[in-house]
């Protein structure tokens, strides 16, 4: 079982670092707690294009464009006709966190800290979640990797002591600048930090798992039901790379989008 894991993260393209850290047993069941498919409607299917499985963005901006949609006279009678429901990412999203803390091994509300870069578009975002979350009792704070402190078994953004990071930092952003010597890292390794998504989302956020679906090589891994979804949903897809291929395989004569890593 090693020995494919360790196959499998070959293909997928993993940093030497990122395979690490992703082999790390992060605490809890779920690798992607909060992660987006992106796809778009052909017909009467949905075709994916990525599996966004690093925390992806615009939680709180769905919600409100949610509601200024649902205003629209034509949009309410479309969801009246197809039974359309309106309902809250962001109290979905800290009802995941919370959950994943309590598997985690945490016993009291945690304190999170919101984790990404100062200057990021995104940094309103973390606003609006920063505020719901104290609203309902979490203490919440927002910083960036800089601010990081990690001794005596506890990772800290100032005075702030932290038992769960919501991780908005891209891992590899955060990788190019840092090594295992970081303090949220050194965290993390030692179980002292529940950190949502966790390092190990970064197997199934490549784009590079779509080939994984789509080789030829690797359809005993599904059902013949979930073969058919694949083959109905998700594009054919290969990483750039020299190697032979065969006449089945070739891209452009199936018309289908060919991603890189």
């Known amino acids: 079982a090693a020995v494919e894991s360790s196959a499998v993260i070959d293909e997928l393209g993993l940093t030497p670092l990122e395979a690490k850290l992703a082999l790390i047993d992060p605490g809890f069941s779920g690798s992607a707690i ?37 205003a629209i006279a034509e949009m309410s009678l479309f969801a ?23 598997e985690w091994g945490g016993k009291e509300v945690p304190r999170v800290a919101i984790i990404d870069w100062d200057d990021v578009p995104t940094a309103n975002e973390f606003v609006l979640l920063r505020d719901h979350f104290i609203s309902h009792g979490v203490q919440t704070i927002i910083c960036s990797p800089q601010s990081l402190e990690y001794a005596g078994g506890k990772l800290r953004c100032g005075d702030f002591a ?20 970081h303090p949220l890292v050194r965290a993390y390794i030692s179980g002292d930090v529940c950190l949502v998504n966790p390092f190990r989302c970064k ?40 190697r032979a291929g065969s006449p089945g395989e070739a891209p452009f004569a199936r018309a289908r989008k060919c991603h890189t890593r």
């Not at 932290?162 to 010597?181: F, N, P, Q, S």
């Open 34 to 70: 909060t992660s987006r498919m992106d796809g778009f409607v052909h017909g009467n299917q949905i075709k994916f294009v990525e599996y966004n499985a690093e925390n992806p963005s615009s939680l709180s901006d769905q919600e409100g464009l949610n509601r200024l949609l649902f």
């Open 203 to 242: 197997i199934m956020h490549k784009k590079a798992s779509f080939e994984l679906l789509t080789d030829e090589a690797h359809q005993s891994w599904f059902t013949l039901e979930e073969q058919e979804a694949i083959r109905l949903s998700i594009p054919w897809t290969r990483r750039l790379r020299d």
């Open 80 to 102: 009246q006709r197809h039974r359309l429901r309106q309902f809250s990412p962001v109290e979905r999203l800290l009802e995941a966190l919370l959950a994943t803390y309590r």
């Open 162 to 181: 932290i038992d769960l990071v919501y991780k908005r930092i891209i891992i590899h952003e955060l990788l190019a600048r840092y090594d295992e010597t």
